[in-house]
């Protein structure tokens, strides 16, 4: 399966069939809106993987070849074709002309724009596993440093920032985004952590740091004459408390899932979703 640009993808997959998910009814795979692309040699993407998708990719190369003219299919996702959903999807099948490739480039662009936005404040150890972490999930990621050295080599697509006031920059963070705290002193911590807690429409505020660290703000944020209140909406320390491992690449993991349940929290409610991932040995690209 290709996943790369879907400019790229396009660009040397010509005829191609676009696969959408037209309606979903019950638990299905990936909700309605989905959709993939099918060349003769390769697909891009993914509508949720087992028995279905090997079907819906069979009709698409059979509409390549000329073998069938039909342009929908009603899949029930139960026993008959070795699926335990339990629901059903309408699947829409159509031949990708250059005005169709042009919205899906257009809806895509758009979906990115749209995507939570993470500022990770920090880019040591556990900054840089961060955004590694992260920049694979459906989110806008920048990382915000003082020192320049340490913007070296952070993922594509994630944004670099480099200032001598972090703190400033949390009134950049979008609405409903998320700030993670990770940097080289307590004291910007401090600072970064209580412009961040000076807003209610942040989904996730988090830092690095100890149960001792927790009571240590809490008294600087007294002293700061701030309510007492506002620590709660801090997660310090970020990861959990069940996992005992300091090791940045699992304290990145461990964000990664505490991050989007809490920003699952602050937006609707996602449909049940059961999911297939593509048995060994019979990826059809």
């Known amino acids: 399966m290709t996943t790369g640009p879907l400019t790229d993808f396009l660009s040397g997959s010509i005829p191609t069939i676009l696969i959408e998910i037209e309606a979903v009814k019950g638990s299905a795979p990936r909700e309605a ?37 039909s342009d929908t299919m009603d899949i029930p996702l139960g026993p008959e074709i070795g699926q335990c959903c339990g629901g059903r999807t309408l699947l829409k099948f159509t031949n990708v002309t250059e005005a169709i490739a042009q919205k899906l480039t257009a809806r895509l662009a758009d979906e990115k724009q749209s ?25 806008s990621i920048s990382v915000v440093e003082t020192r320049r050295e340490e913007l070296v080599g952070l993922p594509e697509g994630v944004s670099a920032h480099l200032t001598a006031m972090p703190e400033a920059m949390v009134r950049d963070i979008p609405q409903q985004g998320a700030a993670i705290i ?26 690095i740091g100890s149960k001792t660290k927790r009571a240590t703000f809490a008294h600087w ?20 408390h069940v996992v005992k491992d300091k090791r940045p690449a699992v304290i990145a993991t461990l964000v990664a899932a505490e991050l989007l349940h809490a920003i699952h929290r602050s937006t609707a409610s996602s449909p049940d979703q059961c999911r297939y991932d593509h048995p060994a040995g019979q990826d059809r690209v």
Not at 37 to 66: N, P
Not at 221 to 240: C, H, K, N, Q, T
Request: overall charge negative; hydrophobic content about 50%.
């Open 115 to 139: 995507q939570p936005a993470v500022f990770i404040f920090g880019a040591g150890h556990v900054g840089k596993a961060l955004a590694q972490a992260l920049s694979l999930l459906p989110l």
């Open 221 to 240: 944020l007294e002293r700061e004459g701030e309510p007492a209140s506002r620590l709660e909406r801090l997660v310090l320390p970020i990861g959990g």
């Open 182 to 207: 990770v940097t080289h002193d307590h004291a910007l911590d401090f600072l970064i952590a209580k412009e961040a807690l000076a807003r209610d429409d942040l989904a996730y505020i988090g830092m």
């Open 33 to 69: 809106g989905t959709f993939m692309l099918v060349s003769k040699d390769a697909i891009w993407q993914t509508i949720g993987g087992g028995q279905f998708e090997y079907m819906a990719i069979d009709h698409a190369r059979a509409m390549l070849d000329g073998k069938t003219l």
